[in-house]
C-alpha cells in the first residue's frame, strides 16, 4: 500500500459493473478516487455476455425506461472505448425464435406499434443461420442491440487504476472502516465519501441493511461453434453470443436463493440440452462458470444514501439489464454525489 496516496476524494467498494461506472464518471468529474476490490472471477460482470436487448419477454415488450438508456449507453461505451483503446461493445442484432402462430401474432402487433416499431427490422434477415439451428415456426429480428465486452472494461480499468495510485487489490473490511465528523479513515487511508458497489455481497453491508437484495445464480457454457460464424445475437430459450474467434456465450439460466459460484452440473446438463436441440452442426464446451447477480425484489436498482453518515452512499441492483440502465444511472447518481442535487435521486 506504500504506493497508494493517503488522502482521497471518494473511496468505491468494489469494482464490477456498478463501481466500475461509478468510479469512471467520478473521475472524469475531477474526483481523486480510491477503488478497493479483491479481483473477484465470479463476479457476475466478468461472466456477464453483457447483452443490451431493448424488447424482452415472452410478450415482447420494451425493456424499461430503454429510450433513457441507450443514448447514454452508447455515448459512454464510445468514450471508455476510446480512453482504454478496447472495443467496449459490439454492434449485433438479435435474431429471435417465434415458436408459435400465436408468437408471431404478437411479434407483429409489436411491429405496428410506434413505441416498439423502431426496434424491429421489418423484414429479417436469418440468411447466417440457415443450415446451422433448427428451423423455427417463424423469427424476428431486433436492431438497436449490442453486446458489451465487460471483461476487457473491468481488466482495462483496473490497470489504469492500479497505474496511477487508485486501485487497492484486497477484500474491504467494513469492521475497519472508521467514521469522524468530518471524514473516514480505513487503513492508514483518509476520504470524504464512500460508495459501495459490492454487487450480491451488498446483502452483508452493516451499513445498510435489508436493501432488498435477492441474488440469483447464472450459470453459463462457453462453446466452440467451427464453422459458424454467427455475427447477430441468437435468441432461442437461451442465447447464443459471440465472444472471439469461433466462441460463442451461451446461456443463461437463473436459481433464485442460491449464494455458491460454484458451476451447477443441473445448469451444465439445461444449457446443454438446449444447445444440442438449437444447434445442427457440432459444439464443443470449453468452460463451464457461474456467478451470482445482484438482482433487486423489486426489480429496480437502488442507490440509498446514509440516514446518519454524511458521504456514505450504496449503488446495486443493476441485475440482468446492467449493461443498458448502467451508464446512465452511474452517471445519475455520480452527479448527486458531486452536486448534492434531490432530483438526481429519483430512479
Known sequence: MSDVAQQFDIVIVGQGM???LMAYFLSEA????????NHFEGSSSMVAAGIVNPITGKNFVLSWRINDFLPVARRVYDEISKKLGIQAYVEANVVRTLATPADENIWLSKSAEPITKKYIVEHQDVSEFECKVQPSFAYGELT???HVNWRQILEGFRELWKASGAYLSEKFDHQQLNITTSSYQYRGLSFNEIVFCEGFKGKDNPFFPNVGLAPSKGDVLLVKIQGAP?????????FIVHQYDDVYWAGSDYKWNCESDTPDPEAYEMIYGELKRILKIPFEVIDHIAA????MRSRRPVFKVHETYNGMYFFNGLGTKGSSMGPYLAQQFSNYIIHKNPEDLKI
Open 18 to 20: 456498478a463501481g466500475t
Open 30 to 37: 475531477g474526483k481523486k478516487i480510491l477503488v478497493i476490490d
Open 144 to 146: 438497436h442491440s449490442f
Open 230 to 238: 454467427f455475427t447477430k445475437m441468437y435468441k432461442d430459450g437461451i
Open 292 to 295: 451470482i447477480r445482484p438482482t
